[in-house]
């Protein structure tokens, strides 16, 4: 079974701090652009962070500059998004998701058809 299960969403206040986690199975990550995407209500879905599958090149988008850090720890075959800072314009649903062979992270976070979704989780920034 391939599939990437998200973790980690929740209620927090302005200013506030989350960590997303985004465990792959089924395949390794090595070979995979990965990238986190995130969906307000009444919003198309949106690519936050990417990164590369070749040369591990990172993308962010201009409103979570600063604020959001991506990474991936291939020992654990997981993503991670740290989200610092929070507001609550970033309140959505994250998903996770990979795609083979895209080296370029922007256009990774541009794409609307990936190899693998996972599930979403819940993000709630609000006083």
């Known amino acids: 079974q391939l599939q990437l299960v998200e973790s980690g969403g929740g209620f927090v206040q302005p200013g506030g701090s989350l960590r997303l986690s985004c465990a792959a199975s089924g395949f390794t990550l090595d070979a995979y652009a990965i990238g986190w995407f995130r969906q307000a209500p009444g919003k198309e879905r949106e690519g936050v962070s990417c990164?590369?599958?070749?040369?591990?090149?990172?993308y962010y988008a201009d409103s979570v500059k600063g604020r959001f850090t991506i990474s991936r720890d291939n020992a654990k075959n997981t993503l991670y998004l740290q989200m610092n800072s929070l507001k609550p314009e970033d309140t959505a649903v994250y998903y996770c998701?990979?795609?083979?062979?895209?080296?370029?992270?922007?256009?990774?976070?541009?794409?609307?058809?990936?190899?693998?979704w996972g599930q979403g989780t819940q993000v709630t920034v609000s006083s």
């Open positions: 990164t590369s599958s070749f040369d591990g090149r990172l």
């Open positions: 998701a990979a795609r083979r062979f895209i080296g370029n992270p922007k256009g990774m976070c541009e794409m609307t058809r990936q190899d693998y």
